[in-house]
């Protein structure tokens, strides 16, 4: 929020100081640091009763984690894991939440292994593998840091 707030006061402030500034330039002015808030802005990423969810400023979704279908990995500009249940839902989470919140890897890892147990999980066994190795050796490393031993 601290962004869009510093371009909209940094671009009225540029503009009044050539003496261009009008109540359509604010509007316009307005309007991009409201984008830029929006585009910015992370999801909130929560678990609750077999689930996890992710709130943006503008959507909202929900996924069954006991009822997984399928899990990717989307690599593009930044990796994405997409996770899709039984009932449709569809949850893109950015794995670096997952990292730095091991609570949320412990919910989701609990949710895929009822799914593979009870074979609905079609794929995604293995990059979920990686992806777990990866959060225990993240989460090794801030104890050792923490208790002073690295």
């Not at 316009?28 to 009763?49: G, M, N, Y």
């Amino acid at each position: 929020m601290l962004f869009g707030v510093l371009l909209f006061a940094a671009l009225v402030l540029l503009d009044w100081g050539l003496v261009r500034l009008t109540a359509m330039r604010a509007g316009w002015w307005a309007t991009l640091a409201a984008l830029l808030l929006i585009i910015l802005t992370p999801p909130k990423v929560s678990a609750a009763d077999g689930g996890l969810g992710a709130r943006g400023l503008l959507t909202h979704s929900w996924v069954r984690t006991d009822r997984l279908v399928a899990v990717r990995v989307s690599e593009g500009v930044s990796l994405r894991l997409i996770l899709t249940d039984t009932s449709g839902g569809r949850l893109v989470l950015d794995p670096r939440c997952l990292v730095a919140n091991p609570l949320l890897w412990h919910h989701l890892d609990q949710g895929v292994r009822q799914s593979a147990e009870q074979g609905i999980l079609r794929c995604g066994m293995p990059v979920l593998e990686r992806l777990g190795r990866r959060i225990d050796d993240e989460v090794c490393r801030g104890i050792l840091r923490n208790s002073g031993m690295q």
